[in-house]
């Protein structure tokens, strides 16, 4: 689990990340309901990809609800893209 802060140190999301060679996958992002609207997603996503070439990583992935507007908006300001849609859940 990481955590992301403003430049004061306050928190101002949450998120976890795995790493495998070259990939890595992006899991529970996630901005405090009081925080949420003033770009805290679009910066974490940002600093995030900003961060991952130099640990190697050329390649990030996620998987986000069909029903969840609001993230599937971060994403695709953040330059991601639907690439498989899935119509099962992987517990």
């Known amino acids: ?3 992301a802060r403003d430049c ?12 495998q060679d ?3 996958s992006l899991f529970q992002l996630e901005v405090p309901e009081p925080l949420r609207g003033q770009g805290w ?10 961060m991952l070439p130099a640990m190697g990583v050329s390649r990030l ?11 599937i908006s971060l994403y695709k300001k953040t330059g991601f893209r639907i690439t498989e849609t899935l119509s099962y ?3």
């Open 22 to 24: 070259s990939s890595a």
């Open 41 to 50: 997603g679009t910066a974490t996503v940002c600093a995030l990809l900003g």
């Open 1 to 3: 689990l990481c955590t």
């Open 61 to 71: 992935i996620l998987q986000v609800s069909g029903s969840n507007a609001p993230a």
């Open 89 to 91: 859940y992987l517990y």
């Open 8 to 19: 004061e140190g306050a928190t101002v999301g949450f998120f976890s990340l795995y790493v």
